[in-house]
């Protein structure tokens, strides 16, 4: 599956990541499954943006 994103910066995409694992965390006592997939789909997005190529400045 794809997904795409149009956002104003990968800063954006970025805090997204963010809430996603914190919601996560607080997501873990009462479903703890819940909380794996949104760790899992954090880490995914966060591992695509790793792989962006670095723009100049």
């Known amino acids: ?3 795409l994103v ?3 910066s990968t800063d ?3 805090e997204i ?3 996603l ?3 996560a965390d607080a997501k873990e006592p009462t479903v703890p499954t819940l909380a794996a997939r ?3 789909l954090a880490r995914d997005v966060g591992d695509a943006l790793d ?3 670095v723009q100049p400045q």
Do not use: F, G, H, Y
């Open 1 to 3: 599956m794809a997904l």
């Open 6 to 8: 149009r956002l104003a």
């Open 12 to 14: 954006d995409l970025s």
């Open 17 to 19: 990541v963010e809430a």
């Open 21 to 23: 694992l914190t919601a």
């Open 38 to 40: 949104w760790r899992t």
């Open 51 to 53: 792989s962006l190529p």
